[in-house]
């Protein structure tokens, strides 16, 4: 686990004035305005501020940001907050990147490879896993009945998945 979660990105900028298109990825699309916002390496920090909501996302003035062309440079930037920042979680919650490069085992022992990336595409949490020596991946739903155990210390996650999205050796069909 790391220091910092990311918790939004900017789209690049808003109008002519320095304002920058922010995407946020807070349960709660508004609680990142109160955080202190780093880029990922921590070495460039942020204040932003509210200024309107917009589609998919907030218009926001972000601090040293004051023209167009500063604004369109930070297009694709992360945004991350400290750990410690961030509210606590109830049971059976987890930071997608928590989730990702952990080991996935079936019940009974086997690799089925790792998490790639966790996808949300309105209908759920979806694990994006790679099983070794695959050029393809596999879509696993994060639900209890698909992925019942979760072991944040371990970084492990034993998977009961649906029939047919393995085959019989594990791998992706």
Known sequence: MTDRVCVGAIAGAFGVQGEVRLKSFCADPQAIFDYNLTDETGDRAFTAKLSRPIKNGFAARLSGVGTKEQADD???????????DLPALDDDEY??????????????GTSLGRVKSVLNHGAGDLLEIHAPGQRTT????????AVPTVDLPTRRIIADPPEGVFSEDGQPK
């Not at 930071?95 to 009974?108: F, K, P, R, S």
């Not at 596999?138 to 009945?145: C, D, G």
Request: aromatic letters at 10%; glycine letters at 10%; zero cysteines.
């Open 95 to 108: 930071y997608h990147t928590d989730l990702i490069g952990m080991e996935v085992l079936d019940t009974g």
């Open 74 to 84: 930070l297009r694709g930037l992360r945004l991350y907050a400290d750990r410690a």
């Open 138 to 145: 596999v879509l696993l739903p994060f639900t209890k009945e």
